[in-house]
């Protein structure tokens, strides 16, 4: 029987089996329009969930409560079993450090190499030199880049780059992984490739949880899937397939 | 933090002065420039005021005293200019006998001064009082005025105000040049280190996004701006010693007949104040320039 410890007040961590938990979540802007309206949604450990939705869906706020980039307005985020609510500031970068985050554009250090963007997040964390000279090798030939440590990031293809991306965001071992549009830029042969590492990722463990629009993956792996629709959830199926707006 | 964090972000600092090779040439150069400036200003403050130091020194009070005066009431007038300088008042003074006067006065005359058998300044015994603050000099005059025993009190009204006045510009001028460049370098520096962080936004982003705390991100920007703060100030103090001694060289050659008046500050004096400071400001705002500017970028 699996051991449930909560403790929520000032984002500290919780644990239990939930890996991100919204209850009664609102989101609104500043000029009043609301993102989101009382989202209430659990992830569990080891999940593979696609949130789905047309632009202005608010799949785009909720990644960003994920992340703790952006703060509800009302209910309750706890992401990895901390209180996103009431963290403090402070505690935000150990938060991060639990997550492995991908982007649409990558978001990598142009001006170094695949060895030092992934060496960089190891870096971040304060692992020695010596582990991370072992780690890096390991998490790149795993996103089947061993052979292209050494090269700089501008001469990589579009997949490539997203591979970096991958290896960086799993290096430091994290338990759950957000990808915000992950294969947004990329041509369909790297889309397939990007989403069989995903899902590799997530037999290995980790939670993968991806927000995208992109219709044909999301109808193909047969995953839990969320859609969202004008801030609210329309639909979450264990195996569902992608709604369209009309 | 450890050892190794530190000794990373230092490194990521200085690869970053040669990654952003046009925003360190322009920090650099901004920094040097203003500095520059600031340094001849200094330079110039410096010796200005040892100048007008030198002349005021040259000015004094001359007391004559009654005719058939005592030796005893001299002593005494001389215990209460004694007093004065003991206050701080008078920097020095020195008793003139009348025969040291006409000694003095005869040099001048030359030729003309042997018709004379007796000394025709018999009662031109008197004190030479410097004082510390010349602007003193009205109140001091007045006080002695009333002394007994003295019949006239020369000063040089003139000069007194030609220097105070001088001396009054020249800190104004120098304050106003200090305080204007020291706003312009600043609105500089703060814009050049806007537009180079502003170019490297998404890499803070990014860093705070994969969980780099406050202090892994801005440690490196703060090193490079130091780095770039102390370069910026040491190239105009070399420039400056250089231009200095040549200066000096050029003013011994060419004003050498002025030597008693234009009397310069030796430029192991002048760099022994300014390279510190320059240092100080330079890698100041280096230091600050970065920390703030970053912080802003930090609330990702």
Avoid at chain 1, 123 to 146: C, E, F, H, T, Y
Avoid at chain 2, 251 to 279: E, R
Wanted: net charge neutral.
């Amino acid at each position: 029987m699996e051991t449930k410890k909560r403790r929520t007040s000032g984002g500290k961590k919780t644990q239990d089996n939930c890996v991100i938990r919204l209850e009664n979540v609102n989101k609104s802007y500043e000029n009043g329009i609301p993102a989101l309206m009382d989202i209430n949604l659990k992830i569990e450990k080891g999940e593979f969930v696609f949130i789905v939705g047309d632009s202005g869906s608010g799949k785009s706020t909720l990644i960003k409560l994920l992340l703790r980039e952006l703060v509800a307005t009302s209910g309750k985020v706890e992401v990895s079993g901390y209180d996103l609510m009431n963290i403090k500031r402070n505690k935000i970068p150990m938060f991060r450090r639990k997550l492995g985050v991908v982007f649409q554009d990558f978001r990598l250090l142009k001006d170094r190499n695949v060895y030092e963007n992934v060496a960089f997040a190891q870096r971040i964390v304060q692992v020695p030199s010596m582990d991370i000279r072992k780690n890096v090798p390991g998490i790149l030939s795993q996103v089947g880049l061993a052979n292209k440590y050494k090269s700089p990031i501008v001469e990589l293809s579009g997949g490539e780059q997203q591979r970096v991306a991958l290896a960086r965001a799993l290096v430091n071992k994290p338990n759950l992984l957000l990808a915000d549009e992950p294969t947004g830029n990329l041509d369909p042969k790297s889309t397939l490739e990007i989403m069989k590492l995903l899902e590799k990722i997530n037999e290995d463990g980790t939670t993968v949880v991806i927000v995208t629009h992109n219709r044909e993956i999301v109808n193909d792996m047969k995953k839990r899937v969320i859609t969202l629709k004008k801030g609210v959830i329309v639909s979450d199926e264990k195996k569902g397939g992608y709604i369209d707006e009309d | 933090m450890k050892i190794s964090t530190f000794f990373y972000t230092l490194k990521q600092g200085i690869a970053s002065i040669f990654r952003n090779k046009w925003f360190t040439l322009a920090s650099v150069a901004t920094i040097a420039a203003c500095l520059f400036v600031f340094g001849i200003a200094y330079i110039l403050t410096l010796n200005a005021a040892n100048i007008l130091h030198n002349a005021e020194e040259r000015v004094s009070i001359t007391v004559f005293f009654d005719e058939g005066i005592e030796e005893k009431r001299i002593q005494d007038i001389g215990f209460l200019i004694e007093d004065m300088k003991s206050r701080g008042i008078v920097a020095r003074y020195e008793f003139v006998s009348a025969e040291q006067a006409w000694e003095s006065f005869s040099k001048e005359l030359g030729e003309n001064a042997q018709g004379f058998t007796e000394n025709p300044l018999a009662d031109s015994a008197n004190y030479q009082i410097y004082l510390n603050d010349i602007s003193r000099q009205d109140e001091v005059v007045s006080y002695l005025e009333s002394v007994e025993g003295i019949r006239k009190i020369n000063k040089s009204d003139l000069t007194v105000d030609a220097l105070s006045g001088l001396s009054t510009i020249v800190t104004f001028i120098s304050v106003s040049m200090i305080v204007i460049l020291f706003a312009v370098s600043i609105f500089l520096i703060s814009n050049t280190v806007t537009i180079g962080i502003s170019v490297r936004k998404e890499e803070i982003n990014i860093m705070k996004y994969i969980g780099a705390t406050d202090f892994f991100v801005r440690a490196p920007f703060v090193f490079e701006g130091m780095i770039i703060g102390f370069i910026g100030s040491a190239i105009p103090l070399a420039a400056l010693f250089y231009i200095y001694v040549a200066a000096l060289d050029f003013i011994g050659g060419v004003f050498g007949f002025l030597s008693g008046i234009v009397v310069t500050l030796p430029p192991a004096q002048i760099f022994m104040g300014l390279v510190p400071i320059s240092l100080l400001i330079g890698v100041g705002i280096g230091f600050f320039g970065s920390f703030f500017t970053v912080r802003k970028h930090l609330h990702v």
